[in-house]
């Protein structure tokens, strides 16, 4: 399936994914707490075969993508929606929770992030100029980017981050909001 090892978060993430195909190989942070030996791991997965954070989407999860993406350059994002990852209860969210179909499409949409890239960097006031902030359509608006742009839904000052952070030009949220 995918040539790259998968991070994720715990050992039920990986058990689900390997539940769908036993070949993908995965590394999990046990947390939010990373180690330096698991940095290390990844880093050496990332310069072997390279490497897919596929965290839970959540705070803790949003924390560790990037706490990983500074320390190992050069890695791949994959995003699933919270909606998909609620458990039967309600009363968690994880990648665990999630369907065979929506993990999947989320791994299938990776972000790569090429450090020799160097975009120009969006500006609020070009957020604010394309109606993603400050407007009375803005969050639906930030909605459509950030589920055509395979983002987690977010406030204008965090996707600004992300669309810079992830080099997606101008261009392509442009594209989105036609």
């Known amino acids: 399936m995918l040539k790259e090892i998968i991070v994720v978060e715990g ?5 689900k ?6 070949f993908i190989e995965c590394i999990f942070t046990n947390g939010s707490e990373i180690s330096p030996k698991t940095i290390e791991l990844i880093k050496q997965a990332q310069q072997a075969r390279g490497v897919i954070l596929f965290m839970d989407p959540d705070f803790p999860g949003r924390k560790i ?24 209860n309600g009363k968690k969210v994880g990648i665990e929770h999630a369907s065979k179909a929506d993990i999947l ?4 949409h990776f972000h790569s992030i090429d450090e020799s890239k160097k975009l120009p960097v969006i500006t609020m006031t070009e957020l604010y100029q394309l109606g993603l902030c400050g407007q009375p359509h803005s969050f639906e608006s930030r909605a ?17 981050k992300w669309l810079n952070m992830l080099r997606i030009s101008l261009s392509q949220v442009k594209e989105v909001l036609l």
């Open 17 to 22: 994914l390997q539940s769908i195909d036993p």
């Open 105 to 108: 499409e989320a791994l299938s």
């Open 144 to 160: 459509k980017v950030s589920q055509a742009l395979h983002l987690p839904p977010t406030n204008a000052k965090t996707l600004l």
């Open 65 to 88: 993508t990037q706490t990983i993406m500074a320390l190992v350059p050069n890695v791949k994002v994959a995003f699933i929606e919270k909606q998909k990852t609620i458990s039967k």
């Open 11 to 15: 050992l039920h993430d990986v058990q």
